[in-house]
């Protein structure tokens, strides 16, 4: 059997690539590559020649490509999965090409290195001991709507990726399902010569992105606020939800959680907190 190796890029600047990246470009017997133009670039750029045969494996052939790195890997050969940027699996390809190796009982093993998802929420400055990467929102206004809606009341740090011109719909889209204070930050242009990282509430972050965003984006936003203890009359809802509103948690959202912590009905809370 051979191995899949499975080799993280650079995000941004090329000397952050490992002497080991280097290794395995110069001597895989298979390179399977998002973008071969890129890969041209970065083996030039790290002075390395490509060794092995070069084959392209993107979103679009990684289906009808897959079985082939499979019988290579099957038949003895090295093969070295690499994308434009970050970790193959983590929103690029390298998922089907890792589950149907591992079926066909191939070693599997990684390159460590550069991940905008790791960078991007040590600068943040949010909690990082529980965090969730939830990779691209849907395109579609109502689909993003949804998705995070069933995130609001998620307690862990989140890590998303966009892009540049959609940031602004958003992060708008974010403060309708956060609250406008949620505190959030906007990683842009990582390790790269413009890099930039804005840090503050969802609200001030739209202001922000309305002059328009550039370049490769990851956000971070910080999770739901811990429920408040809630008393069982609903007096004790309606103060519990009062007190949320007031941290910028939107109402809909704050009598889901007062409902959650208080294991009673939405419909009780919600008649509680609109009562005359």
């Not at 958003?170 to 204070?181: D, H, Q, S, T």
């Not at 309305?210 to 069982?232: D, K, L």
Request: with cysteine; charged share 25%; net charge neutral.
């Amino acid at each position: 059997m051979g191995v899949l190796v499975l080799a993280a890029t650079p995000i941004g600047r090329v000397d952050d690539a490992s002497p080991r990246l280097a290794h395995e470009l110069a001597t895989a017997d298979v390179v399977a590559a998002e973008d071969t133009r890129r890969l041209a670039r970065l083996a030039r750029d790290l002075g390395v020649s490509v060794g092995g045969r070069v084959v392209s494996y993107f979103e679009g052939n990684e289906s009808a490509r897959t079985p082939g790195l499979v019988a290579a890997l099957v038949a003895g050969e090295r093969v070295l999965l690499v994308t434009d940027a970050g970790m193959p699996s983590v929103s690029d390809p390298g998922y089907r090409l890792v589950a149907a190796a591992i079926e066909a009982g191939v070693d599997v093993v990684a390159v460590p290195g550069p991940s905008a998802v790791l960078t991007a929420l040590a600068v943040s400055g949010l909690p990082a001991d529980r965090f969730c990467f939830e990779g691209f929102l849907p395109r579609k206004a109502g689909e993003r709507s949804r998705r995070l809606a069933e995130l609001a009341t998620e307690p862990r740090t989140m890590v998303f990726f966009e892009a540049p011109h959609r940031t602004g719909a958003a992060l708008a889209a974010m403060v309708e399902a956060f609250g406008p204070e949620r505190a959030a930050a906007v990683c842009r242009e990582l390790t790269k010569t413009h890099e930039e990282v804005r840090r503050g509430g969802l609200a001030e972050l739209v202001a922000w992105a309305a002059g328009g965003v550039r370049g490769e984006v990851t956000i971070v936003v910080a999770g739901a606020p811990a429920a408040p203890s809630v008393g069982p009359t609903p007096d004790d809802w309606r103060r519990a939800v009062a007190d949320l509103e007031a941290a910028g948690t939107p109402r809909k959202n704050a009598i889901s959680q007062v409902a959650k912590s208080a294991a009673v009905p939405k419909r009780l809370v919600y008649d509680a907190v609109h009562k005359p």
